[in-house]
């Protein structure tokens, strides 16, 4: 049963037994009303009394402005996951950006066409696998003369991700005016790499799918931060995006799509719109309420843990370090363990191991002897191979604790 196991996935991951609880009680009648929540119109007041939950403690957590001039932040929920957003990213910001220079340029779109050919840059830091395939999928839809490669961490370890160049090896494009984003991925999943702090950069864009409410987080020196729930807040099916209101209407423009089409740039299906589902206040389409409510409670459970910590996200943050100090403790002091990416970026969520050096066979057993024990889900990433320990908010500290217990016997035993 649930209470004979701790998991440890990478996603989708675990979630509070207690919201899971509640969640089968909610799925045959809400509110004592005999309906369901996913049978609930996504438009019933009951519906947005979830949303306005989910949006404000998402707001309390992350300390995110709230206002209408440019200096606020809209929070949405879209669909289409993390995967979503790299093409969103890129479909809105492009558009954002074609509509601001031809403005600057006094509306000549030969000027304009010039600038799109020679001078739009997309900025990509490249540090593991989810950013590579966020800046595969801007070359797909913008062609690679537009993509630059800030870093590729490849490059500065023998083909492998695992590090994050030192700053004076960046190549960030030097014009802000031509900087359409600058993307990194807070942290990569697969390859357990994650940035300490925020880069710097024009129009800067985040993935935080895999860290969302893990730390605080300077909003403020975003434009957009997204994330897919189903890691650290919920249920998959739903996308949170935070976005600045400077570059949503009416403080930025958004392009014609006439115009983009004589451009030759993409234009983006509606479900990905970012002003869009803004004015809508995500309810443009059929929203999984059921989602944002787990979303919800999540969050919910994490203010109430931390009613005075500042920003309220302080006390999970708090945790999260000292659990994962924990076992990478344990990690560096036993030769038979290897972590693999360089201390200095190394993941609190997802801590890659190899076992003797990456011996396949130590490596079962190592896992076959953790699920006998009722620690699951330590696979790493089937194209990394070793050992990955996911250590999301909903993992608790016993689990870490016996984890960290059964790692110091496996490697008394293994010699
Ligand atoms: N970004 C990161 C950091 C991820 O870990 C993942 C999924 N594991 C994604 C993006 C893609 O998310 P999705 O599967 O929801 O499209």
Avoid at 140 to 150: A, D, K, Q, T, Y
Avoid at 182 to 200: L, M
Avoid at 340 to 350: G, I
Wanted: include cysteine; charge should be neutral.
């Amino acid at each position: 049963s649930r209470n004979d196991v701790y998991y440890f996935g990478a996603g989708p991951a675990p979630l509070p037994t207690p919201v899971l609880e509640q969640a089968s009680k909610v799925l045959l009648s809400y509110n004592d009303s005999g309906i369901g929540i996913t049978e609930i119109s996504h438009r019933s007041s009951d519906a947005n009394a979830i949303l306005a939950h989910a949006q404000s403690s998402l707001r309390q957590l992350l300390d995110i402005p709230e206002s209408d001039g440019p200096d606020g932040y809209q929070i949405l929920f879209l669909q289409g996951g993390g995967s979503g957003e790299f093409s969103a990213v890129v479909y809105n910001m492009v558009s954002m950006w074609v509509a601001k220079r031809l403005k600057a340029l006094g509306g000549d779109e030969a000027k304009l066409k010039e600038e799109v050919e020679q001078k739009m840059k997309l900025d990509y830091f490249v540090t593991g696998s989810w950013s590579l395939k966020a800046s595969q999928e801007a070359s797909r839809l913008v062609g690679g003369e537009s993509v630059n490669i800030v870093t590729d961490s490849r490059k500065h370890n023998d083909g492998k991700f695992g590090v994050i160049a030192p700053t004076e090896s960046w190549t960030q494009t030097q014009s802000e005016q031509d900087t359409v984003l600058t993307y990194y991925c807070d942290n990569e999943t697969v390859d357990g790499v994650e940035f300490q702090s925020a880069p710097s950069g024009a129009n800067l864009v985040a993935d935080m799918s895999s860290n969302f409410l893990s730390r605080a987080v300077d909003v403020r020196k975003h434009a957009v931060i997204f994330g897919g729930a189903q890691k650290n807040i919920g249920t998959t099916g739903i996308t949170i995006a935070i976005v600045s209101n400077s570059i949503l209407p009416p403080h930025a423009e958004m392009a014609d799509p006439k115009l983009l089409r004589k451009l030759g740039l993409p234009i983006g299906p509606v479900v990905l719109d970012w002003p869009t589902i803004a004015k809508n206040n995500s309810l443009y389409n059929t929203l999984p309420i059921f989602d944002v409510w787990i979303a919800g409670q999540v969050m919910g459970r994490l203010l109430d843990q931390s009613p005075s910590a500042n920003p309220r996200i302080a006390g999970q943050e708090a945790e999260s370090n000292r659990k994962a100090q924990m076992l990478y403790k344990i990690l560096d002091e036993s030769p038979i363990y290897h972590v693999v990416p360089d201390k200095s970026v190394r993941s609190r969520m997802n801590i890659c191991v190899r076992v003797k050096g990456g011996d396949a066979d130590a490596e079962k057993t190592f896992i076959k002897g953790a699920e006998a024990r009722g620690l699951m889900g330590l696979k790493g990433h089937r194209s990394v191979g070793g050992i990955r320990i996911s250590n999301y908010n909903a993992v608790p500290v016993a689990a870490a604790e016996k984890l960290a217990k059964y790692m110091v016997d496996f490697a008394n035993e293994t010699k």
